[in-house]
């Protein structure tokens, strides 16, 4: 019985060290290294790295196989990239952020007694940039095909073992998800019976999606048979998705479920290349994208903190968490205040908000002894 106790006690022990470490450890790789998610996703893009592909290959390749085993990442969804370009030695971002369709006016949900738009359905629903981010990215800076770097997503689309967490996510949503006839028809596959989202384990199957993918590919095999270039045919797929069948389906699938795309809503979509947030900190370049992802607000903080000696404070004493706890409560309070639209809002609240004069301004307002 004391032998029993005594590895009770070292079990709830070792279980209480366990739950304080909440930092992931850090990964070294010799040529490379694939980090996402989703350990199959992560495969992809080590699958990716040994057949020869680059950094924005490997990827797009994990972009892919992760928002196709994702249901809150999934492709309907927007994409952000930094991508540090070794031929001009400059970092870059990818703005493939999804917008509202031009019907989605203040008028219109005040026509429909919503003082919002809603949270969930068609009406919800912006310009899926999840496909031109990647299709973009692959095309700019990558070096494979779109067929190879899909391959794995493709497979995934056609059948995996179903991880539990995004099973049961299916199945405590299931109320929601009934609301749509297509959402219930791939996300319930046990419709009618006590558990009608897949079990754990249970091989999940997507095959419109696969459907979707299999038409890039053709998109870009078609016209690499017609001599045009990698990236000339990767741009194919872009076009097939944003102009042609796809997003005629797209359009269809919407309106019938109420919502307001058109056609030219997608059409004239377009993924933004463009140049990133940076301060530094301590010598040290930090980047983030623009405005439209918050990503300014680590950078703001970053330049407060320059101004204390973190390190003597010893790391996560009580000073040292207040200390950044205030400098990112100063960060977001701007964020609240200044932040909008880069499509619409000046840009110069932006280069103030990240000078290190403002930072020593801000730093004034920073206490010890209260929040």
């Given at each position: 019985?004391?032998k029993?106790?005594?590895?009770?006690?070292?079990?709830?022990?070792c279980t209480?060290?366990?739950?304080?470490?909440?930092?992931?450890?850090?990964?070294?790789?010799?040529?490379?290294m694939?980090?996402t998610?989703k350990?199959?996703?992560?495969?992809?893009?080590a699958?990716?790295?040994?057949?020869?592909?680059?950094?924005?290959?490997?990827?797009?390749?994990?972009?892919?196989?992760?928002a196709?085993?994702?249901?809150?990442l999934?492709?309907?969804g927007?994409?952000q990239?930094?991508?540090?370009?070794?031929?001009?030695?400059?970092?870059?971002?990818?703005n493939?952020?999804?917008?509202a369709?031009?019907g989605?006016?203040?008028?219109?949900?005040?026509s429909?007694?919503?003082?919002?738009?809603?949270?969930?359905?068609?009406?919800?629903?912006v310009?899926?940039g999840?496909?031109g981010?990647?299709?973009?990215?692959l095309?700019?800076?990558g070096?494979?095909?779109?067929?190879d770097?899909?391959?794995?997503?493709?497979?995934?689309?056609?059948?995996?073992?179903?991880?539990?967490?995004?099973?049961?996510a299916?199945?405590?949503?299931?109320?929601?998800?009934k609301?749509?006839?297509y959402?219930?028809?791939?996300?319930?596959?046990?419709l009618?019976?006590?558990?009608?989202?897949?079990?754990?384990?249970?091989?999940?199957?997507?095959?419109?999606?696969?459907?979707?993918?299999?038409?890039?590919?053709e998109?870009e095999?078609?016209?690499l048979?017609?001599?045009?270039?990698?990236?000339?045919?990767?741009?194919?797929?872009?076009?097939?998705?944003?102009?042609?069948d796809?997003?005629?389906?797209?359009?269809?699938?919407?309106?019938?479920?109420?919502?307001?795309?058109t056609?030219?809503?997608?059409?004239?979509?377009?993924?933004?290349?463009?140049?990133?947030?940076?301060?530094t900190y301590?010598?040290?370049?930090?980047?983030?994208l623009q405005q439209?992802?918050?990503?300014?607000?680590l950078?703001?903080?970053?330049?407060?903190?320059?101004?204390?000696?973190?390190?003597?404070?010893?790391?996560?004493?009580?000073?040292y968490?207040h200390?950044l706890?205030?400098?990112?409560?100063?960060?977001?309070a701007?964020?609240?205040?200044y932040?909008?639209?880069?499509?619409?809002?000046?840009?110069?609240p932006m280069?103030?908000?990240?000078s290190?004069?403002?930072?020593?301004?801000r730093?004034?307002?920073?206490r010890h002894?209260?929040?």
């Amino acid at each position: 019985m004391k032998k029993l106790s005594l590895l009770l006690t070292f079990a709830l022990i070792c279980t209480a060290l366990l739950a304080q470490k909440t930092q992931k450890p850090v990964l070294h790789g010799k040529h490379w290294m694939a980090i996402t998610g989703k350990p199959l996703a992560a495969t992809a893009g080590a699958m990716t790295f040994q057949k020869g592909g680059n950094a924005v290959d490997a990827a797009c390749a994990m972009l892919a196989a992760t928002a196709t085993m994702w249901d809150v990442l999934s492709w309907g969804g927007e994409t952000q990239a930094l991508i540090y370009n070794p031929k001009t030695k400059k970092v870059i971002a990818i703005n493939a952020l999804g917008v509202a369709p031009t019907g989605a006016t203040a008028e219109f949900f005040k026509s429909k007694d919503m003082k919002y738009p809603p949270q969930f359905g068609p009406l919800a629903a912006v310009t899926p940039g999840t496909p031109g981010g990647l299709l973009t990215m692959l095309a700019e800076y990558g070096t494979m095909s779109l067929k190879d770097v899909l391959a794995p997503a493709m497979q995934l689309a056609s059948g995996y073992p179903i991880e539990a967490q995004t099973a049961d996510a299916m199945e405590n949503g299931k109320d929601k998800i009934k609301e749509w006839p297509y959402s219930k028809k791939v996300f319930l596959p046990h419709l009618g019976e006590e558990r009608e989202a897949p079990e754990a384990g249970e091989i999940f199957v997507q095959k419109d999606l696969l459907a979707t993918l299999t038409k890039m590919v053709e998109a870009e095999q078609e016209a690499l048979k017609k001599k045009k270039s990698r990236k000339e045919a990767i741009y194919a797929a872009y076009d097939r998705f944003y102009k042609g069948d796809i997003a005629k389906e797209i359009v269809r699938g919407a309106r019938e479920q109420g919502g307001l795309f058109t056609e030219a809503d997608l059409a004239n979509w377009k993924v933004k290349i463009e140049e990133p947030m940076m301060t530094t900190y301590r010598g040290i370049e930090v980047y983030k994208l623009q405005q439209w992802t918050q990503g300014p607000v680590l950078l703001q903080t970053l330049n407060i903190l320059e101004n204390f000696d973190l390190k003597s404070m010893g790391y996560n004493s009580t000073r040292y968490i207040h200390t950044l706890y205030q400098a990112m409560n100063l960060a977001f309070a701007d964020r609240d205040f200044y932040y909008g639209d880069p499509a619409f809002a000046p840009e110069e609240p932006m280069k103030g908000l990240l000078s290190k004069e403002y930072a020593k301004e801000r730093m004034q307002m920073m206490r010890h002894d209260k929040n």
